[in-house]
Each structure stands twice: as structure tokens, then as C-alpha cells.
């Protein structure tokens, strides 16, 4: 009967309120609270930015002040400027500047903030069974990302003909962050000069190999040990002219759902991700400078020993040159000398 009669006082009140304000016909004469805030999704890609504004405004419609208090679930963020409690007058709002903060948050997928807003006392008295409440719900999507630096990648420079091509990436000089599962990818294409290569299974020139001898060789990049990875390659043995062109170290960004890359004709891979020529734009990537000198005639004629120099091929070792070369000297003289004697005659 008590708790009757309560009730009955505050509607007979907030009905008298209702009648002598002027602006009564515009407002509500029962409790009430609105939530709105300026956008209803964040899109969250560049994930090197963990904080997120956004504005949400608390609005008391009624005919009297409202003592408001505010609940914010965050679902793993963390959301910082939102007050306990606020009052405000008959028609008043107020503008709340909501930083989300989103550190340390890797996945894929949305994740829901919700404002909530609920009156507790109206016109001084408690809401008790008319309380009213509102809230607002903000859908953050975290998309996928992948932030790559490869750091000073070693191998560019000259070489020769026949001579291993080393590329590799120091311990500690790769970053790569990603919210994908699986295990990041690194390859390395060989370009040669003003030309274009798209092939994803055969991402070197004919006449070169990785030192594994399969066609495809990737470097695995385990985000937590960080391995350093690195890359053999043998050049042609021989070669026409000097072979100019670059060397390309990327990150495979196609994967497939086992995590496994992506460069199958069947997995369907995605040029546009793959240098194809010494020019590429493609992000992360980088592009070193590769010459390659074809050894000169000269070098093998005078070059003693080895198998292929001149004198190698025609069977004679370092040891008998100087016997060889004092029997040529010894026969010259011989001849010069015979020479001179039958033009004195």
C-alpha cells in the first residue's frame, strides 16, 4: 500500500509539472533519455593507431532535470572519457567524447561498444518504476592487415659469371605484423633488365636455380622467434654478355585457408601482389641491383691453371713452363742466329 501511494504522488507530480510548464506539448512528462552518437561503425585497418574517437550525445527530453547514469561495455576495449553519472536540465544535452582504445587487439572480425544511458532520479525524486533508459551500439571491424618492413636486405652487387648469388635478411631487421593465422611467406624473384615476369611458379630467369634445386623456394617468417631468412642462388655457368637486372624480396599476401601460400595455378594468385618487373610497386617489397659479368676471353688465355683456361686445355701444369718456355727461348735463338749467318754469306 506504501510503495502504492508513492507511486501515485510522483505521477500526480510530474503531471502537475507537465501542466505548468510552457513547453510541455514538445516534451515528454515521463521519464526519458536519448543516446545518439556521430557514427554507428569504425573500420580499424591501420592498426599502428590504437585510439579511436567518436562523439556521443546524452539528451534529457522531459520537463524536468534528470540525474542520468552512464554504463559502458567495451567487450575487450578498453573506452576511457565516459562519466558515472550526469544531470541535465529539462531539454539539455551533453556531448561525450568516447576514446576507444584498442591496444593489443588482433583479430578479424567485429566486436560491439555499447552506451548506455539510464535515468535515476527525475525532477529530484527517484525514477523507481518509471526509469527509462536508452542506449547506442557502435560496431568496430577490424579488417585484415599487414604491416611490412624488410629492413636492409643484403645481396645486391656484382657478380660473376658461375658465382653464387646470396640474398638475405639480417636477424632482428624484418617487421611484419599481420592478424592473419598461419605463417608469413617471403620470396625472392630474379629480373632481368627491361623485362616483365609474371609467372608465380618460375620466379627465376632460365639458366638459374635455388641451391635447394626446387623450383620454388620461401623463406617461412615466424612472427615470434623471428628467424632470419636468406636465399641461394647459382648463376648460368656461362653466359653470352653481361647479365643486368634485380633482385626482388617480397611477402606472399594471398594465402589460402590453411594458411599456406598462395601461389599455386589452382590457388589462383594474385599478380598484382608479385613483382613483375625491376619497377614493381609492390608494397613491402624490396628491389636490389644484380650484375652479373661474363668472363673475358683475354682472362682465360692468360689465366694459368684451371681447367678452363688455354693452357689448361692443352694438358700442360705450372711445372713444366719453365722447361717448355726455356726450350721455345733456346730454339728462337737458334733461329736468329741462323738467319744472321746466311745473310753474312
Known sequence: MKKSVISMTIVILLTSLSIFSPTASAQN?????????????????????????????IENPTVYSEEIQLEVLGNGTT???????????????????????TEGIDIIGIINISIIAEVTQAAGIPAGIFGAEDNAIIVLDFLEYLE?????????????????????????QAYIRTNREGSIYLRVHLIEENTNSNDALNPLPEGFEYSNGVSISNCVYRLVDQDPCSWEIFTPEEIEEDWK?????????????????????EANFDLSEMPTSCNSNVYGAEIMDILIEKEKGVDNLLSIGGNDSFIGQ?????????IIGGSILIVLTLIIVLIFVRRRR
Do not use: M, R
Open 29 to 57: 512528462i515521463f521519464p526519458a533519455v536519448t543516446v545518439d552518437c556521430a557514427v554507428d561503425e569504425i573500420q580499424i585497418i591501420d592498426y599502428s593507431y590504437t585510439s579511436h574517437n567518436t562523439i556521443c550525445t
Open 245 to 265: 637486372g634485380c633482385a626482388v624480396v617480397y611477402v606472399i599476401t594471398t594465402w589460402n585457408k590453411d594458411g599456406s601460400p598462395t601461389f599455386s595455378e
Open 148 to 172: 611490412i618492413n624488410l629492413g636492409e636486405v643484403e645481396g645486391a652487387g656484382e657478380y660473376d659469371q658461375g658465382e653464387n648469388i646470396i640474398i638475405s635478411i639480417p636477424d632482428n
Open 79 to 101: 573506452i576511457n572519457g565516459v562519466p558515472e553519472s550526469i544531470t541535465l536540465a529539462s531539454g539539455e544535452s551533453l556531448d561525450i567524447d568516447l576514446e576507444i582504445d
Open 314 to 322: 692443352l694438358g700442360i701444369t705450372e711445372d713444366q713452363l719453365p
